[in-house]
């Protein structure tokens, strides 16, 4: 099993409608998780980073934490084409090793 | 200057020289990081600094050589690289190395290509 797996995509969703990005994780004890999006050639962003199980909104992002199960979600609302990107999942390891997926394609349509 | 800058932006080097990447952030962070990023592979952390102190090496090949000068500095000296190094190389910074505070704004990176 890949530490951090995300589908690869691409994922397209029309435009204005809900965006659901998934990461899982095989080490039980990761603490810290970070969702970053990245513009094709350009640098990773960070988006958001989310510590405990449940939900963190901001603003049209939503970051789903569910620690029994090792997923971490992103949620998207109100998708726009300027969301279009690859999304990384980023998982800080109980040793404190941060590892990244290889991202998620989205891709909005107009 | 803003946040995390990274110069040169583009660099071709051949496989005998000797070259040098720059990062500087300008964030008042503790901790700066090399990454290397190649197509159809996920994000590889290199080398982790916190307070000017290396505290991760990611058994990255010694023709890579990382320096630290201060926390707002990180510079990645290249040597003899091969072919299969030819990445973007990006640079990131974080406010500690504190679970709490790991997350890492990321320099433009700079595009390597070796001949």
């Known amino acids: 099993q890949k530490e951090v797996e995300q589908n690869s995509g691409p994922l397209s969703v029309p435009e204005g409608a809900i965006a659901s990005l998934n990461c899982t994780y095989s080490?039980?004890?990761?603490?810290?998780f970070f969702w970053y999006r990245q513009y094709s050639g350009k640098s990773p962003e960070l988006i958001m980073s989310?510590?405990?199980?449940g939900d963190k909104e901001d603003g049209r992002f939503t970051a789903q934490l569910n620690k029994a199960s090792q997923y971490v979600s992103l949620l998207i609302r109100d998708s726009q084409p300027s969301d279009s990107a690859t999304y990384l999942c980023a998982v800080n390891r109980r040793d404190d090793k941060i590892i990244f997926g290889k991202g998620t394609r989205l891709h909005i349509l107009p | 200057e803003t946040g995390v800058t990274q110069t040169p932006r583009h660099l071709v080097m051949g496989m005998t020289n000797k070259k040098s990447l720059k990062c500087e952030q300008h964030?008042?962070?503790?901790?700066m990081y090399w990454y290397k990023q190649s197509a159809k592979k996920p994000l590889e952390l290199m080398f982790v600094y916190s307070l000017e102190e290396r505290v991760e090496n990611n058994s990255v090949p010694s023709r890579f050589s990382p320096e630290c000068p201060n926390s707002s500095h990180l510079f990645l000296h290249l040597h003899t690289l091969q072919p299969e190094d030819s990445a973007l190389y990006l640079c990131a910074s974080s406010q500690g190395r504190d679970r709490a505070t790991y997350e890492q704004y990321f320099g433009p990176g700079t595009r390597l290509t070796v001949t």
């Open positions: 989310i510590y405990s199980n």
């Open positions: 964030l008042g962070h503790n901790a």
């Open positions: 080490d039980r004890g990761s603490q810290s």
